[in-house]
């Protein structure tokens, strides 16, 4: 627990670090406001303890202070006997309580004992919110899902790299974080930074920070973002696009656990734990060149497979609940019925963006909905994700127009079979009107005619 003591008065302080020396705890001292406030930009402590008379001015200036900064820390005033008003100033302005001078040390002994219970309290509370949250967010109970549970508790308290895989959308940053969250670095940084969203050159210097003057246009020096992570966990995410050169540069920081920013002679001890994350084929970079193989290794001392969405059907229904609560309390709409036919149609489609496409359906329809009752709107045809047929040129080429129409005049034969011959059905399922339907259907039975005569 840390307290910050602030007094001008040498024997007060000391007097306060004696009554404290029975508990587990750090004490900061100050003995000005301008001081205090230093020290508060820079440190977060649990307790203030504040003298209201300070020769910069009223310790009620640093009560404020904290406030302004939203922060926790529980703060008790040290007033004179004789100023009570002062005293309930500092209650309404947030205080915890108040002590006068001179001092009863009984008294004194109390309080403090009871915040230290307190804040011990909230402290635990705090924990288990914070375990609880670990996973509040990643929703599923199929069997592919609760092994990944299972991989995340195994390995989350142990300081092992990992590599977590899977196609666009799967969760893999709600992964790295719960192995974070889960980890005993949870309270320490946790830093994500995405490869493939910077050039080379600047990747490293994000990565591995440099010093005033590494390059044109290092005007200060700068901390990386390994560095940063010190004592946490950095998240690397779409790692397959980190160039080469900087794989290597990884490797040797992975072996030796030290940096050196660009344009510095020193090297900087960090103890990170990296997670690294990718949607493409690792056997595949690897097979090609383009992934270090040694560097994979290092990383995947441990790998996450998450499945996509297609490998666990049975966790739609479940996700469908959990983005209506949470997207509909975000919009501010009440949902108080799903169509069955939108859990249907949701079951059956083809959905490659995973999780993220499932998500931003939901949202479109919370939008759109009128009456409370979530229901399905026809994407927009480009949204809709076709299975394409297999289709190879061939050496000699292909005429595409004449491609295209064999194409159309399949699906308008399957249509038709589809609908049983009923061609106001058959429109609908190509999404046409009659009249267009009737017309193109013309058109190729005018060339089968042709073809035929
Ligand atoms: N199992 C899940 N439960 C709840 N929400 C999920 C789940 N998986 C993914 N999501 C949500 O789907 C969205 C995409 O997830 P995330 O960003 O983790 O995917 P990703 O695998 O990193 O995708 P990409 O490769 O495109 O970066 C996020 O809004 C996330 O909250
Ligand atoms: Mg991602």
């Known amino acids: 627990m840390k307290f910050l003591i602030v007094d001008d008065e040498k024997n007060i302080r000391k007097t306060l670090k004696i009554i404290l020396s029975d508990y587990e705890c750090s004490i900061t001292e100050s003995d000005n406001i301008s001081d205090a406030k230093t020290l508060i930009d820079n440190e977060i402590f649990d307790v203030a303890i504040i003298d209201i008379r300070l020769p910069d001015g009223s310790g009620l200036e640093i009560l404020k202070y904290l406030k302004s900064l939203s922060s926790e820390t529980v703060v008790l005033i040290i007033t004179a006997f004789s100023s009570t008003e002062t005293a309930i100033d500092a209650m309404k302005a ?39 949250d670990a996973y509040q967010n990643i929703i599923g109970k199929s069997l592919v899902m609760r092994k990944v549970f299972n991989m995340i508790d195994k ?82 995410d779409e790692i397959a696009e980190m ?24 090297e900087v001890p960090v103890d990170v734990r990296i997670i690294a994350a990718t949607n493409r084929d690792f056997l595949d970079l690897l097979k090609k060149g383009d992934f270090r193989e040694d560097l994979y290794f290092r990383l995947a001392t441990f790998e996450i497979k998450l499945p996509s969405l297609s490998e666990r059907k049975e966790d739609i229904p479940l996700l ?8 509909s309390k975000k919009f501010n709409k009440e949902i108080i019925k799903i169509d069955p036919v939108f859990i249907d149609t949701i079951m059956q489609m083809e959905l490659r963006g995973n999780v993220r496409e499932l998500k931003n359906i939901i949202e479109r329809e919370i939008i759109l909905s009128e009456d409370g009752c979530l229901r399905f709107t026809p994407p927009h045809p480009l949204e809709v994700s076709y299975k394409l047929p297999f289709i190879e040129i061939p050496d000699s080429g292909l005429n595409l127009e004449e491609y295209l129409t064999e194409i159309e005049k399949n699906l308008l034969e399957k249509a038709l079979l589809k609908a049983n011959g009923v061609k106001t059905k058959a429109a609908e399922l190509l ?18 005619e042709k073809e035929n005569e």
């Open 320 to 327: 469908i609940d959990h983005f209506v609560k949470v997207l």
């Open 431 to 448: 999404g046409l009107t009659f009249r267009e339907f009737r017309y193109k259907l013309s058109k190729y039975k005018k060339f089968t």
């Open 155 to 236: 390995i989350a308290p142990f300081d092992t790299n990992v590599i977590i895989i899977g196609e666009s959308g799967t969760g893999k940053e709600l992964v790295a974080k719960a192995i974070h969250n889960k980890s005993r670095r949870s309270y320490k940084p946790y830093i994500t930074i995405n490869c493939a969203s910077f050039p080379s050159e600047l990747l490293e210097s994000e990565l591995f920070g440099y010093t005033k003057g590494a390059f044109t246009g290092a005007y200060t020096s700068k901390r990386g973002l390994i560095e940063e992570a010190n004592n946490g966990t950095l998240f690397l």
């Open 94 to 132: 947030g205080a915890y309580d108040y002590i006068t001078k001179p001092f009863n040390l009984d008294e004194i002994r109390i309080i403090i004992k009871n915040i230290v219970e307190k804040i011990s309290l909230q402290k635990k509370i705090k924990n288990l919110e914070h375990y609880q």
């Open 243 to 266: 160039p080469i050169s900087l794989q290597a540069k990884l490797l040797r920081f992975l072996e030796e656990k030290k940096i050196r920013p660009l344009g510095s002679n020193n």
